[in-house]
T-cell receptor, first 115, second 114 residues
Framework: GAVVSQHPSWVICKSGTSVKIECRSL??????MFWYRQFPKQSLMLMAT?????????EQGVEKDKFLINHASLTLSTLTVTSAHPEDSSFYIC???????????FGPGTRLTVT | AQSVTQLDSQVPVFEEAPVELRCNYS??????LFWYVQYPNQGLQLLLK??????LVESINGFEAEFNKSQTSFHLRKPSVHISDTAEYFC????????????FGQGTELSVKP
């Protein structure tokens, strides 16, 4: 149980375009999902906390207009990188919180490359 | 606020040798402590966690970690490593009052050589 999927697993897009990444909890409902960004050989940086039916809470320094997060259902959260630029290239990982609020289940990640 | 420091960015070790990955944390409130493992181009997998109770926690694949409150540490150990243990290991904390938000350390790359 407690499986989280991400789609796509990798994506290449041109500078100036937008990219949507989906995060799904497959066998449980998640009222809260988290979005992380990871640069090569570095740690995970929390970008935002996504709560079903309400606006996401962004961490300091994260542009909310650039990284649009929507959590429309208890099993799906999406991250849209708008007007992507090469510096947005990164590994994006989502996690979903289960019944126990201290436990997070991580997706496999999405590799975004902006050319 | 919480912070996590993993003292070693890289740990090379020979197969069947013991290993310790060090983790220290800072927090003004009670925390939960976690170790996650990440294989190349994959997400994170929970290795073990400390919530309360016994300060020594174990995973199913031979890893263990001990919570030391006085030293604010949560070091990860394994008495005999395998090639398959080669991965990136992250220590993380979650304040009990912050809705499950995880703060990660910088990661330790464990490289097991034959």
């Amino acid at each position: 149980g407690a499986v989280v999927s991400q789609h796509p697993s990798w994506v290449i897009c041109k500078s100036g375009t937008s990219v949507k990444i989906e995060c799904r909890s497959l066998d449980f409902q998640a009222t809260t999902m988290f979005w992380y960004r990871q640069f090569p050989k570095q740690s995970l940086m929390l970008m935002a906390t996504s709560n079903e039916g309400s606006k996401a809470t962004y961490e300091q320094g994260v542009e909310k207009d650039k990284f649009l997060i929507n959590h429309a259902s208890l099993t799906l959260s999406t991250l849209t990188v708008t007007s992507a630029h090469p510096e947005d290239s990164s590994f994006y990982i989502c996690s979903a919180r289960g019944d126990l609020y201290y436990e997070q289940y991580f997706g496999p990640g999405t590799r975004l490359t902006v050319t | 606020a919480q912070s996590v420091t993993q003292l070693d960015s890289q740990v090379p070790v020979f197969e069947e040798a013991p290993v310790e990955l060090r983790c220290n944390y800072s927090s003004s409130v009670s925390v939960y402590l976690f170790w996650y493992v990440q294989y190349p181009n994959q997400g994170l997998q929970l290795l073990l966690k400390y919530l309360s109770g016994s300060t020594l926690v174990e995973s199913i694949n031979g890893f263990e970690a001990e919570f030391n409150k006085s030293q604010t540490s949560f070091h990860l150990r394994k008495p005999s490593v395998h090639i398959s243990d080669t991965a990136e290991y992250f220590c993380a904390v979650s304040a009990r009052t912050q809705g499950g938000k995880l703060i990660f350390g910088q990661g330790t790359e464990l490289s097991v050589k034959p």
